[in-house]
């Protein structure tokens, strides 16, 4: 008699199309809370740049190859100051909504975390989506 188990695993279903990509926690910053979209990689860009190890030249040349389109409500939407919260619940403007993966609230993300100012987000955001109202 065999002590392994029985081989009647299966293997789970794709994930449907209209959900975005399970999250890799491995490669997630640390600075993302649980419950956000993962934006690590425009974050670490960012970052890179507040540093001083990259010029904003190098990030606006990262930022523009990522070619994000404006978010589906447009990127005004991505500035929307948000109602308060009820009570006992509390906000962390680092939380980013699935529907932003993929578009330039990646961007927009940044400066919530406090990697970009409002002018530098402003610049990059021109370059990129020069059409967009301001």
Known sequence: MSTEPPDDSFTPPPRPAHMPPAPREPSRDARIPPGSADYSSA???AT???CGDISFEELERRVLARALPPHGLGDGYLMMSPPPPPPGVSF?????PYDWVGTWGEIAMTHFAGELTWDEYKRLHAAAHPA???
Not at 92 to 96: A, E, G, Q
């Open 132 to 134: 967009c109202s301001r």
């Open 92 to 96: 962390d403007p680092r939380v980013m």
């Open 43 to 45: 974050l670490a860009d």
């Open 48 to 50: 890179l740049y507040r």
